[in-house]
């Protein structure tokens, strides 16, 4: 039940995450909550996606049950299998074009790309995009499918693959660490490093979304105390 709802016990990188925040808290400001205001059932879902894919032999479940052999290593070899074929399949809709990675970085590239309609990590059912990225577990690998054929098809290829291989492993790495960023559930994050990286642009609309972080909560807070007062006394 815990491995279907995502809240498995984790492992030590996610505990010194959240002994983090827990020291961010500990100002007086949730700080920690601000930047992470979810970690245990996040980092479930990343490890999942990760370990059922093709990077699935960087785990040592995946290693311990493929050592293992029987019928341990054929259900590993099929999850990453399936994972695969996830990313596969994000490679293959973007080249036929019936879905979409990241946006251009660019902003008259990025501007053009919206006039035709498109969107970041959507797919196209008839005429209309829809977002495909609160389909986890399931959208990790799709996403970042997507993202490697959009680079493919923007990068131009040399004859020495070596040099091929070094053009693309930079924007492949930070392909998947956008898409592990754009997640919902580390919003705070994403938008802390925008302000850091610009604090002119996104400082304004930075402040103002913290703001109502900390005061949304306390208001309602405040609202139901008034409403029900036997709510406020129990």
Known sequence: AQRRTFTEPVGDATRMVIKGRNLLNSTGLPLGHILLPFVVTPSNILKFAFMNGPTGLLFKEIRDDMAAGGTRRAMAQSR???GTGRLMLGMDMVANQQMTGQAPQDPGERELWERRGLQPYSIKIGDKWASYRRLEPVSTMM????????????????????????????????AALQVVQDKSFLTGISEFIKFSEDSQMYGASYFDQQTSALMVPALAGQTERVVDPTIREA
């Open 143 to 174: 996403a970042i499918g997507a993202d490697l054929q959009t680079i493919y098809q923007n990068v131009e290829m040399d004859d020495d693959p070596d040099d091929d291989a070094g053009e693309l492993l930079g924007p492949v790495l930070g």
């Open 80 to 82: 990453m299998a399936a």
